[in-house]
Nanobody, 125 residues
Framework: QVQLVESGGGSVQAGGSLRLSCVVS????????MGWFRQAPGKEREGVAA????????AYADAVKGRFTISQDNAKNTVYLQMDSLKPEDTAMYYC??????????????????WGQGTQVTVSS
């Protein structure tokens, strides 16, 4: 059984930082992308960042480039999202997800098969 469990969300003031973690079990993700997505109330889900262990390829949404960093610890089967210089518009539920084939669109959520339950991030001004 594949499980993705996120943690690390919370409430911070603008300019602050949070680090999200996603522990993966039941699935070997080395060859395919692991991604972080977010969805704010009333808005569509958007891809934030993705990483592929096999070749180290990383993708970021324009809105988070230079502020967010995705990484992974293969020994711990964990994917991280370090979020710095947070803005109120980063407020959303953040989800970790795994895609099971070599997608060419790593920030497209429809390509992902397995999803975590989400962790809430709230940034106040």
């Amino acid at each position: 059984q594949v499980q993705l469990v996120e943690s690390g969300g919370g409430s911070v003031q603008a300019g602050g930082s949070l680090r999200l973690s996603c522990v993966v079990s039941g699935y070997t993700y080395r060859s395919n992308f692991m991604g972080w997505f977010r969805q704010a109330p009333g808005k569509e889900r958007e891809g934030v960042a993705a990483i592929r262990a096999a070749d180290g390829r990383i993708a970021y949404a324009d809105a988070v480039k230079g502020r967010f960093t995705i990484s992974q610890d293969n020994a711990k089967n964990t994917v991280y999202l370090q979020m710095d210089s947070l803005k109120p518009e980063d407020t959303a539920m953040y989800y970790c997800a795994a895609v099971t084939y070599r997608t060419t669109m790593p920030l497209r959520g429809d390509d992902y098969k397995y999803w975590g339950q989400g962790t809430q991030v709230t940034v106040s001004s």
